[in-house]
């Protein structure tokens, strides 16, 4: 996925179709903050930022109640057993992603997935408080209509990057129904 893009914005969301490669993008700029190839295809051209910390928060695979480390105190972690999922994104928002150190990069995949709309309002709102309050950088790949539409973010749509070899005619998403 050979592309140059202007990665200065403070919040930055990803967007584009199932596969366009918004994840892979996540992936590939962690490995290049820390500094480590990818088989070769991840390339430094600037120097090395100062970056505190570098946090990937991949929601459909790393479930908070899976990693008893993200939660701060005693009380979180008997929150997180009797919460919704939807709930214990939102903690994560309000406890654990503010207690990083400033200049922390954070590496957000579809954070949105177990959020309402008003509640990914609320992580929207949040994602712009860490940025102004505590410098943070946020690169988030999302599907969320409700970040991307809102006027104050700046959105990358990767379908304009990718070189299609599958039409969406072929996934039947397009014209007739697939199912019989």
Same mark, same amino acid.
């Given at each position: 996925?050979?592309?140059?893009?202007?990665?200065?914005?403070?919040?930055?969301?990803l967007?584009?179709?199932?596969?366009?490669?918004?994840?892979?993008l996540?992936?590939?700029?962690?490995?290049?903050?820390?500094?480590e190839?990818?088989?070769?295809?991840?390339?430094?051209?600037?120097?090395k930022?100062?970056?505190?910390?570098?946090?990937?928060?991949?929601?459909?695979?790393?479930? =908070?109640?899976?990693?008893?480390? &993200? $939660?701060?105190? !005693?009380? %979180?972690?008997?929150?997180?057993?009797?919460?919704?999922?939807?709930?214990?994104?939102?903690?994560?928002?309000?406890?654990?992603?503010?207690?990083? =150190?400033?200049?922390?990069?954070? &590496? $957000?995949?579809? !954070?949105? %997935?177990?959020?309402?709309?008003?509640?990914?309002?609320?992580?929207?709102?949040?994602?712009?408080?860490?940025?102004?309050?505590?410098?943070?950088?946020?690169?988030?790949?999302?599907h969320?209509?409700?970040f991307?539409?809102?006027?104050?973010?700046?959105?990358?749509?990767l379908?304009?990057?990718?070189?299609?070899?599958?039409?969406?005619?072929?996934?039947?998403?397009?014209?007739?129904?697939?199912?019989?």
């Amino acid at each position: 996925m050979p592309m140059v893009m202007d990665l200065r914005h403070p919040l930055i969301l990803l967007t584009g179709e199932n596969g366009s490669g918004k994840s892979t993008l996540l992936w590939s700029i962690y490995y290049a903050l820390r500094e480590e190839a990818i088989d070769g295809y991840v390339c430094r051209v600037e120097g090395k930022p100062e970056i505190p910390k570098i946090f990937l928060f991949d929601a459909e695979q790393h479930n =908070p109640r899976m990693h008893p480390e &993200l $939660l701060n105190s !005693p009380q %979180m972690k008997e929150f997180v057993q009797m919460a919704s999922h939807g709930q214990v994104m939102l903690s994560m928002f309000r406890e654990t992603f503010p207690s990083l =150190p400033e200049g922390t990069v954070l &590496l $957000l995949d579809e !954070p949105e %997935m177990a959020l309402s709309q008003s509640n990914q309002r609320r992580v929207l709102k949040m994602m712009m408080e860490l940025c102004d309050q505590k410098k943070f950088r946020i690169i988030c790949a999302t599907h969320s209509p409700v970040f991307i539409e809102d006027p104050q973010t700046y959105v990358i749509n990767l379908d304009n990057y990718i070189n299609r070899n599958v039409l969406p005619g072929d996934m039947g998403v397009e014209g007739s129904s697939t199912i019989q």
